[in-house]
C-alpha cells in the first residue's frame, strides 16, 4: 500500500535562513507527488508536482522540490525563507494523475525573526 | 478561480446528533472528496465521489456517509455524532481525466466539536 512519511513534526527556521522538509514515500512504481501548504485558518493550497521528467521542480512562493527514486524522498526546498511562509507543508501521493491522493502526517513551520 | 465552499465552518454538536457537512464548488469538477484532519495524523479519505450519485469509501468511511445529488455539491453525513468525530474536515475537488493537473482544490475546512 501507498505511504507517505514526514518525518518532522515541528520545524523552526530563522527568517533568512534556509529550509528542506522532508518527506518519503513508499510506493512500487513512479508516482506522482505533490505538495500542500495550509496557512492557519485556511484550506490547503498547492506548492508544486512532480509527474515525470525533470526531477527537480519549481513551485510557487520560491519554493522546491527534488524527487530522488533511490532515496524514494521528494524534500521539499527554500533557499530564504520569509516570515509568511509560517505553516504546515504535507507531502501527498497518488497512484496516477487522477487517483486520490494519500498525504503525509504534516509538518508545522515556524519562522524566528 | 476556482472556488470550494463549505457551508459551515464551526460546528458544535452533542452526541446523537445527526450532522450535516455541506460543500459546493463553483468550476464544474467531477471529482469531490472529503478528507479529516487531525494533528499529527495529516489528512485521511473518507470518501469520494468521481460523478453525481457515485460513492467510494476512502480510508476512514465508518460512521460516515455522503450523498452526491448534483454535481457541485458533495454533503458528508454523521448518522449519529460521536466524540471521536470532532476533527477538521475538508472538502477537495478535482477535474478528471487527460484535463486532470492532479492538483486537489480545498474548501477552508469545517471545524464540528461533539459534546
Known amino acids: 500500500a501507498q505511504s507517505v512519511t514526514q518525518p518532522d513534526i515541528h520545524i523552526t527556521v530563522s527568517e533568512g535562513a534556509s529550509l528542506e522538509l522532508r518527506c518519503n514515500y513508499s510506493?512500487?512504481?513512479?508516482?506522482?507527488l505533490f505538495w500542500y501548504v495550509q496557512s492557519p485558518g485556511q484550506g490547503l493550497q498547492l506548492l508544486l508536482k512532480y509527474f515525470s521528467g525533470d526531477t527537480l521542480v519549481q513551485g510557487i512562493k520560491g519554493f522546491e522540490a527534488e524527487f530522488k527514486r533511490s532515496q524514494s524522498s521528494f524534500n521539499l526546498r527554500k533557499p530564504s525563507v520569509h516570515w509568511s511562509d509560517a505553516a504546515e507543508y504535507f507531502c501527498?501521493?497518488?497512484?496516477?494523475?487522477?487517483?486520490?491522493?494519500?498525504f503525509g502526517q504534516g509538518t508545522e513551520l515556524s519562522v524566528k525573526p | 478561480d476556482v472556488k470550494v465552499t463549505q457551508s459551515s465552518r464551526y460546528l458544535v454538536k452533542r452526541t446523537g446528533e445527526k450532522v450535516f457537512l455541506e460543500c459546493v464548488q463553483d468550476m464544474d469538477h467531477e471529482n469531490m472528496f472529503w478528507y479529516r484532519q487531525d494533528p499529527g495524523l495529516g489528512l485521511r479519505l473518507i470518501y469520494f465521489?468521481?460523478?453525481?450519485?457515485?460513492?467510494e469509501k476512502g480510508d476512514i468511511p465508518e460512521g460516515y456517509s455522503v450523498s452526491r445529488e448534483k454535481k457541485e455539491r458533495f454533503s458528508l453525513i454523521l448518522e449519529s455524532a460521536s466524540t471521536n468525530q470532532t476533527s477538521m474536515y475538508l472538502c477537495?475537488?478535482?477535474?478528471?481525466?487527460?484535463?486532470?493537473?492532479?492538483?486537489?482544490?480545498f474548501g477552508e475546512g469545517s471545524r464540528l466539536t461533539v459534546l
Open positions: 465521489s468521481y460523478d453525481v450519485k457515485m460513492k
Open positions: 501527498a501521493v497518488a497512484r496516477n494523475q487522477g487517483g486520490k491522493l494519500i
Open positions: 510506493y512500487g512504481a513512479t508516482p506522482y
Open positions: 477537495a475537488s478535482s477535474l478528471t481525466g487527460k484535463s486532470n493537473t492532479g492538483e486537489l482544490f
